[in-house]
């Protein structure tokens, strides 16, 4: 993704920004998310220190991404989601059972009061009159409806169709009706987490209500250990709990499984945007071998960020987990959302522009990051004092303003600046697409592979070498170390430019067979029908 604005705007800036921040994205919303997560799950069900469960879930997962790359990510993930659902619906209907149907669900939920409130107001602990209405009054309510339809729109923008972990798998497909086709099957999937993770959570609330709605710092504490709430425990306690021996044991694999995939497919991403972003800025002559090292390495420093992290996600946002993401997302993301959006729909943007709306957006974006996190979140019980004027807008409406103030700053400039020729523009603006022209590229590529190139040497570089300086059969050891390096014993064939020319086409080409297109775009109406009934029916 950060490649795409180089060749769309030239220059190294808005390239190297796009990476550092979506590295940091990844610390903050992902990594550290997703090992919280995972280690919650492990302490519910084994009684581990949560620590302890984070470095068994780590080096499980680094084990298969480090040793196989994006096709062992992309293999694993697959059989993952079937484990998944399978086993997550078998929990619904153990959790629908315990409750007696849909309609004592409803009303039993309504009455899931703790039995220790102390002196807190009943908004603390009793459910929400509007919590079976997926649409939200837009000034009092916690997810309010404009926000949930604009605002998580431009995060969602920028999540499903710009980030790199996402992306990079739709790059990985054979042809184009592939991705696409993917992606639908992807939008269907996630109509299921509403009634397989969703309900059952509000259940987890009905069968458990003095632990999962707790409202008294002190109990809060002595269930999950986190003060501000114990809401996030919710599901694997419902797995813990309810599910008979065996099926346990399945959920415990489906979750560590569903947490791994997550966790690889970043690791992957992560090390791919520090290598071909960061680290060729720093060696511009380095190998493809010490390329692979590097990420390597790099995924560890990454993971040793993350773990110290986590105590700051475990108190955010009265201790709930989607909150504190979705509310870092709305912080950083929009001008990042602006900036493709813009790129692709309008060919006046330039680099000052699109630089000039990151840089500022960010700016906006920190400031109240910032002031959240040195005031705290604060719970119903403990409420912030953040300043009104900083805090008191909603996150998600507060992702709007910035999306819209990133785009006004991006014409802005664009208009008062000199415009892009359109011959470095073909394919990569939507007016241009069917372009077929020779594209002149704004800027050329920073990095080459330089097997044959005789280069200064540094730790990696000699490392590297050691590793496949000669043609002998090398030994025990060394096939280890070359294994979870991911280095190949055995050289490529070298291609001539035109070979090289011809693979490049086929791995550009969009083109599609009539057939499969029109089955793939027809389904594509089909999911956005079933994604309005549903919004609708639980508006």
Not at 106 to 126: D, K, L, W
Not at 314 to 338: C, N
Not at 427 to 436: A, E, G, P, Q
């Amino acid at each position: 993704m950060p490649e795409y604005l180089k060749k769309r705007f030239g220059g190294q800036r808005i390239r190297i920004y796009l990476s550092v921040l979506s590295l940091f994205l990844y610390v903050f919303t992902k990594i550290s998310a997703d090992m919280f997560s995972g280690a919650i799950f492990i302490n519910q069900a084994l009684g581990l220190n949560i620590y302890l469960a984070v470095v068994m879930l780590l080096l499980i997962t680094a084990l298969y991404t480090v040793t196989g790359g994006l096709a062992a990510v992309i293999y694993t993930d697959t059989l993952q989601t079937i484990i998944m659902v399978v086993g997550s619906f078998i929990l619904m209907g153990f959790a629908f059972k315990e409750v007696q149907g849909y309609e004592n669900f409803q009303h039993r939920y309504m009455e899931a009061v703790p039995s220790i409130t102390g002196n807190n107001s009943e908004s603390c602990f009793e459910p929400r009159a509007d919590s079976f209405h997926i649409f939200r009054n837009a000034i009092t309510g916690d997810l309010p409806w404009p926000g949930l339809v604009f605002g998580l729109t431009i995060q969602a923008t920028w999540y499903w169709c710009t980030d790199q972990v996402i992306v990079q798998r739709c790059l990985s497909a054979k042809n184009l009706s592939h991705v696409k086709a993917g992606c639908i099957l992807c939008g269907y999937l996630k109509l299921l987490p509403m009634f397989l993770m969703v309900f059952p959570g509000m259940i987890s609330r009905i069968l458990y209500t003095d632990v999962v709605a707790c409202v008294v710092p002190a109990e809060c504490l002595k269930h999950c250990g986190a003060s501000v709430g114990c809401t996030n425990i919710a599901y694997p306690k419902l797995v813990v709990d309810l599910m008979p021996n065996g099926l346990r044991g399945l959920m415990l694999s489906v979750m560590l499984a569903s947490l791994m995939s997550s966790l690889t497919s970043i690791f992957n991403s992560a090390s791919t945007l520090f290598t071909m972003d960061i680290y060729t800025k720093i060696r511009r002559t380095a190998s493809e071998k010490e390329l692979m090292i590097a990420g390597r390495v790099f995924i560890l420093v990454l993971i040793g960020v993350s773990i110290a992290w986590i105590p700051v996600v475990q108190s955010a946002q009265s201790g709930q987990l989607f909150d504190y993401i979705q509310s870092i997302t709305s912080y950083l993301t929009p001008p990042i959302a602006a900036v493709f959006m813009l790129a692709i729909f309008c060919k006046r943007v330039n680099e000052a522009g699109a630089f000039w709306g990151l840089a500022i957006g960010l700016c906006i974006g920190l400031s109240r990051m910032i002031a959240e996190f040195v005031y705290g979140t604060g719970s119903c019980v403990i409420p912030s004092l953040c300043p009104t004027i900083i805090c008191g807008v909603h996150y998600l409406y507060f992702s709007i303003i910035l999306f819209v103030i990133s785009c006004i700053i991006i014409l802005g400039v664009s208009l008062i600046t000199k415009p892009i020729d359109d011959k470095h523009l073909y394919r990569l603006c939507w007016s241009l697409r069917n372009i077929t022209a020779e594209r002149v590229d704004l800027e050329k590529d920073d990095w080459v592979d330089t097997n044959n190139m005789e280069i200064e040497a540094d730790f990696l570089h000699v490392f590297c070498l050691v590793l496949t300086e000669n043609d002998e059969e090398p030994g025990l050891c060394k096939k280890a170390v070359m294994c979870f390096c991911g280095l190949e014993h055995k050289k490529g064939p070298v291609l001539s430019e035109e070979e090289q020319a011809e693979l490049q086409k086929q791995l550009t080409d969009t083109t599609e067979v009539p057939l499969w297109r029109n089955v793939v775009n027809g389904n594509a109406i089909i999911l956005l029908c079933v994604a309005v009934f549903c919004h609708g029916y639980f508006a």
